[in-house]
């Protein structure tokens, strides 16, 4: 007997990111083979999958007038403006439809709910959005979040990047916020949640909050006091005290380091700038540094460590500022 895999929603976002790109006119051999690569993970080939096949049975769904007109008019909104190339409307419109579906199914179920909507940011840029549940969320350098507010429930997906969540208070309806496997509950509270490869960071400011991640004995619940964190991709994930102040600095336009290893601190930086630091220095990315930066401003932190660690400064490819001992560019 076979055993079935249920794509996760991350795995289901995934699948529609490829799903648009592959209906393309014109699809790179590199893509080809990133997305074979993808679809071998478990789960992503069931998640694609069902894309494909909503895709191909959307008739039904869009023979609904209401649903229909809605769908038209997605359609028309993600037309191609010029100079664009047409496949780049499949997924607004997928999208669009997969949202209308769940809009329809939650009706049927006796309660109005909304349907989920996302909200990026690109490289560099900060957003801050007003929920209709009076809740604030502020969004960080090339973050991705989806929302869903019902009379039941608000649920928020940080599907990439950073975020911070400032609650309005409804013990009616549960605030939870999912980061890969990772869950965090909250009533009326300020959070910060960092979306890591295999887990998320999570810091707390104000209230309580309630995390739920998997571990290797199984499902684990910690839960925090103001000034306190906690990151699940930790092999043994512990809850400890947190310098919130360098945490959240990024709320502020601003980089906070104290006593960071210099590759962590190139790392952050690398997330605020499309041009990306390459060091080049062994085990001095394992030296701490400490300072205070403007996020975004690559320049700065490039002259202030060269100085501080008596780094060569190479810029001969573009978008690419390569950091390297002055020894080794000493002739022998």
Not at 291 to 306: C, H, L, N, S, W
């Amino acid at each position: 007997m076979s055993l079935s895999i249920v794509p996760t929603s991350q795995a289901r976002e995934e699948a529609a990111d490829w799903f648009a790109r592959l209906k393309k006119r014109h699809v790179a051999a590199a893509d080809l083979e990133a997305f074979r690569i993808w679809r071998k993970k478990p789960g992503h080939k069931e998640a694609y999958d069902e894309v494909d096949a909503f895709w191909r049975k959307s008739g039904a769904v869009a023979g609904h007038p209401e649903i229909k007109a809605s769908v038209e008019d997605a359609l028309k909104r993600s037309e191609p403006r010029a100079g664009r190339r047409p496949g780049w409307s499949i997924k607004p419109a997928l999208g669009a439809m997969l949202g209308l579906t769940g809009a329809a199914i939650l009706l049927g179920g006796g309660y109005l709910a909304t349907a989920p909507r996302g909200y990026t940011t690109e490289v560099g840029e900060q957003r801050t959005l007003q929920l209709s549940d009076g809740s604030t969320l502020m969004l960080d350098t090339a973050s991705k979040v989806t929302v869903a507010i019902s009379g039941k429930r608000r649920e928020l997906r940080l599907v990439r990047g950073q975020a911070m969540f400032d609650v309005a208070h409804d013990p009616a309806r549960p605030f939870v916020v999912v980061a890969g496997d990772t869950s965090i509950t909250a009533l009326g509270t300020r959070f910060d949640v960092r979306r890591e490869q295999d887990g998320a960071r999570v810091t707390l400011l104000r209230g309580a909050v309630e995390v739920r991640a998997a571990a290797k004995s199984g499902e684990r619940t910690w839960r925090l006091s103001p000034g306190q964190g906690l990151s699940t991709q930790q092999l043994t994930p512990k809850v400890a005290s947190i310098d919130t102040e360098a945490a959240t600095s990024w709320t502020r336009r601003q980089l906070i380091f104290r006593g960071v290893p210099l590759g962590e601190a190139v790392a952050e930086v690398n997330r605020y700038d499309r041009a990306k630091i390459e060091l080049d220095i062994g085990e001095m990315a394992e030296d701490r540094m400490s300072g205070v930066f403007d996020a975004g401003d690559m320049e700065t932190f490039i002259g202030a460590i060269a100085e501080m660690h008596d780094l060569a400064i190479d810029r001969s490819r573009p978008g690419l500022v390569r950091l390297t001992r002055k020894s080794e560019n000493k002739p022998s």
